[in-house]
T-cell receptor, first 116, second 113 residues
Framework: DTEVTQTPKHLVMGMTNKKSLKCEQH?????MYWYKQKAKKPPELMFV???????INESVPSRFSPECPNSSLLNLHLHALQPEDSALYLC???????????????FGSGTRLTVV | DAKTTQPPSMDCAEGRAANLPCNHS???????VYWYRQIHSQGPQYIIH???NNETNEMASLIITEDRKSSTLILPHATLRDTAVYYC??????????????FGKGTHLIIQP
């Protein structure tokens, strides 16, 4: 299995809702990432988990709450979002210290989030 | 990570070679050049990477100048499915690393039928 699977593919939520995005990989990668991508912009790093510990938080608002329950799963809990948070949310994984691996980072297809 | 400069957009005829340039004049000796692409509404996809020597795989070739200040990604026979945004990224090779990729604006390559 060489894929990162993200669910759901599309999500519409109100500003008072609580929802979660899920990401799963079975490649044995021990680093997982959340990116946010607005239309016609490059992906921006939000969070990095390394060996199930949060290692990087790029000053993301607290209405976004990541969770890494085990080495294969990564969640992003959403609460009280704003319409400007509407974007494509991408998950990625990698194996730290793998040397000159030709695969580097593997990305999922993303969740298209719309906040109304 | 060193800064990269890419043209915002390029056109290429289907079946021809697509040559995508990238300038990275501040690259340091231990930094690799990576290329990823992102087809519309999908996640970025790894293409190729290199340090000094030219590299080739089943998707593309990477030509790095001798002074390493610029590189060119070559798609030898472009198809309509190669229409995508192509990102040139320079970073220390930590393998997969655990500090994330930093994306620039990339080049939007449009393959014309």
């Amino acid at each position: 299995d060489t894929e990162v699977t993200q669910t759901p593919k599309h999500l519409v939520m109100g500003m008072t809702n609580k929802k979660s995005l899920k990401c799963e990989q079975h490649m044995g990668h021990r680093a997982m990432y959340w990116y946010k991508q607005k239309a016609k912009k490059p992906p921006e790093l939000m969070f990095v988990y390394s060996y199930e510990k949060l290692s990087i938080n790029e000053s993301v608002p607290s209405r976004f709450s990541p969770e890494c329950p085990n080495s294969s799963l990564l969640n992003l809990h959403l609460h009280a979002l704003q319409p400007e948070d509407s974007a494509l949310y991408l998950c990625a994984s990698s194996q730290p210290g793998q040397g000159s691996s030709s695969y580097g980072y593997t990305f999922g297809s993303g969740t298209r989030l719309t906040v109304v | 990570d060193a800064k990269t400069t890419q043209p915002p957009s390029m056109d290429c005829a289907e079946g021809r070679a697509a040559n995508l340039p990238c300038n990275h004049s501040t690259i340091s000796g231990n930094e690799y050049v990576y290329w990823y692409r992102q087809i519309h509404s999908q996640g970025p996809q790894y293409i190729i990477h290199g340090l000094k020597n030219n590299e080739t795989n089943e998707m593309a070739s990477l030509i790095i100048t001798e002074d390493r200040k610029s590189s060119t990604l070559i798609l030898p026979h472009a198809t309509l499915r190669d229409t995508a945004v192509y990102y040139c990224i320079v970073r220390v090779n930590l393998g997969g690393g655990a500090d994330g990729l930093t994306f620039g604006k990339g080049t939007h390559l449009i393959i014309q039928p």
